[in-house]
């Protein structure tokens, strides 16, 4: 480990090649400029710079040249339209839009179960949290599931970022979260119950947390983008609550100041997060309770995504077969499939997630 002052003050990529005059010449056309070459009378080494890039040129060598990408907002202005070029020193350049069309991979419906047992599989994520993964073939690549956990609780080690994505939510399955978001204000607190529609690209930070946090995140595509923005600190000056991102805004659901309204079978209740609403009906989010019946007649529904975990009670599917489901058992249902809850107990909350909403 580096101590901090040791004050760095640079940093070079190192990309050998016999040929280094064609080489320079190569770069400079891609707005490269020299800054270091020796020595005079026959240079082996340069030094250039562009884009944020330093890149150190060295007649000969050994190691491979490397790739380089170069994202640009106009990738058809960039060397006469080429997508791929490769420098005289054996260097492949690649040349990409940095603002490309998000890819929603397509749809492979499947009815996947997910149970909550002991051996469950959890795997180390991002900024310390452990993943449990509930639908593992990602249903295509168009969704993701996740049950998210951080232990020991305290501050996270995260820091500002935004995703690339379509849709993607978080809901405070125990325990509590702080967070902070673009626009939005000072940083508040997530609460068993809560929960967030995250639009795209919105800039956020996880601050720290209680010990035992769960969390549940839905996305689409299962596949993103995390990206950091070290130039922006949270919370930012300005509050615009209703600002648009991609089409949807933010929302925050606070679980302890909703009412109950009927859900889609009779006898049962549902609190409605709102998150229909903040993304003009691309997705929905309900946490569904019995209340005058304890089964429901086969429901189905013909929408892309259904999905359904329990936060609370037991119950009995009907789908593909019988399933006691316990708490943390998640289940996805396909479009068209039949289904039915029955024995459901007087404390069963179940978290429904559909698109579109």
Known sequence: MTAPDAQICAVEIVLPGAALEATLDFFAGLGFRVETIFPADAPAVAVVAGHGLRLRLERGGGGAAG????????????????????????TRVEIVDDEAP???PALQPRFVLSPMADDAAWSAGRAGMAY????????????????????????????????????QMIFCRAGWVRVVYEDQGEPFVLAPGDCVVQPPQIRHRVLDSSPGLEVIEIGCPALHETVADHAMSLPNG?????????????????????GLTPWRAAGFACRDTGIGGATAGLAGARVVFPRRAMRTPPLRHDGEFLFLFVLDGAALLDCEGRHRLAPGDAVT??????????DCAADLALLEVTLPG
Do not use: M, W
């Open 67 to 90: 790739t380089i990408r170069l994202r640009c907002r106009a990738p058809d202005a960039v060397a006469g339209g080429a997508r791929v070029l490769t420098a005289p020193n054996g």
């Open 102 to 104: 998000l890819v929603v």
């Open 132 to 167: 449990r993964d509930l639908i593992p073939d990602r249903l295509g690549g168009r969704f993701i599931a996740s049950h998210i956990a951080i232990r020991d609780g305290g501050a996270v080690p995260d820091y500002v970022h935004f995703h690339k994505v379509r849709f």
């Open 238 to 258: 300005a509050i615009d609550r209703a600002r648009d991102f991609g089409g949807q805004r933010f929302h925050r659901h606070v679980a302890a100041d909703a």
């Open 333 to 342: 249902i396909p479009a068209g499939l039949d289904h039915a809850l029955e």
